[in-house]
């Protein structure tokens, strides 16, 4: 994508009414949309266009909407928006495990839609996506022109100090032998990358920059969204569930223990922060 042209989103949904409605949605928010009826054309259409947002129904003619967001984590790091009329706890959690950053349930408002992708577009986009991918359209960054350094630079972040739970560094944040590199938004645990969702991704970044500071569900929600306490877009308690949902999804592929915590743990009741330090290893 070159300069000027508009943003691309990609509409997997089988009925043409709703595929309408998010069409002039998209195109109200100055997208070009490319849309699918079936789950293959939606991936073939996700690998054709790359777009910067995807949204997708799960029940799908060809593959349901869960096995697609799996197979598109494969090959993009596109935002997803989950759309459903399955509202039962079980769904929610089952869409942002395999893959999804939203989950909206139907009927829904177009003007919480319209939020919901505008939050998307504040929100900080790589340079990179999985090894052997195609490149993912994605809002201009001030540092997509810049060369992505090799996981041998990246290695060379400081060491935290004794008592500092991080370390900022040229937009690199260190804990423990965790690091993340804020522009081409790699991820390494004992120098090995780690594949990380866009939510799952900031949602580390966050707790990394507050450091022993907790961050609760609400600020987390709201810092996914770039929205103030007053905002339109509420924190819901489903907003909160699947802030709970990210974190587990992000700590399996950390490999951190919710009961042993080497890198993230639980602050009953009020949210997460970074573990001290001073926690054995």
């Known amino acids: ?8 989103a990609v509409i997997i949904e089988d009925d043409p009414g709703v595929r309408s409605l998010l069409d002039e949605v998209f195109l109200a ?7 699918a009826g079936s789950g293959p054309e939606g991936l073939a259409a996700v690998a054709a266009h790359h777009p910067i947002i995807t949204t997708l129904d799960i029940n799908l003619p060809g ?5 697609v967001a799996r197979r598109i984590r494969q090959v993009s790091d596109t935002f997803i928006i989950m759309l459903s009329a399955l509202a039962d706890e079980s769904d929610v959690v089952l869409g942002l495990t395999s893959g999804a950053d939203e989950y909206l349930v139907k009927p829904f408002r177009p003007r919480e839609l319209r939020a919901r992708i505008e939050a998307l577009l504040r929100r900080n986009r790589s340079s990179g996506v999985p090894t052997g991918t195609p490149e993912v359209a994605r809002a201009p960054s001030p540092q997509a022109a810049a060369p992505a350094p090799s996981v041998a630079s990246i290695s060379a972040l400081p060491t935290p100090a004794a008592g500092d739970a991080t370390v900022a560094t040229w937009r690199g944040l260190v804990h423990r032998d965790l690091s993340l590199d804020l522009d081409t938004r790699l991820v390494l645990v ?6 990380l969702t866009p939510t799952e991704f900031d949602l580390l970044a966050a707790l990394l920059e507050a ?9 987390l929600a709201r810092g996914l969204r770039g929205i103030s306490g007053d905002a339109f877009d509420r924190v819901s308690e489903p907003d909160k569930r699947a802030i709970e949902t990210h974190m587990a999804n992000l700590r399996r592929k950390l490999g951190d223990s919710p009961t042993a915590p080497r890198y993230i743990e639980t602050v009953r009741g009020v949210g997460y922060r970074l573990t001290s330090d001073d926690r054995p290893a």
């Open 1 to 8: 994508m070159t300069a000027g042209e508009p943003l691309v």
């Open 29 to 35: 928010a100055g997208f070009r949309t490319v849309q």
């Open 63 to 67: 593959i349901d909407g869960f096995e």
């Open 190 to 195: 004992a120098q090995r990358p780690v594949e």
């Open 211 to 219: 450091g022993r500071r907790v961050c609760s569900k609400v600020e």
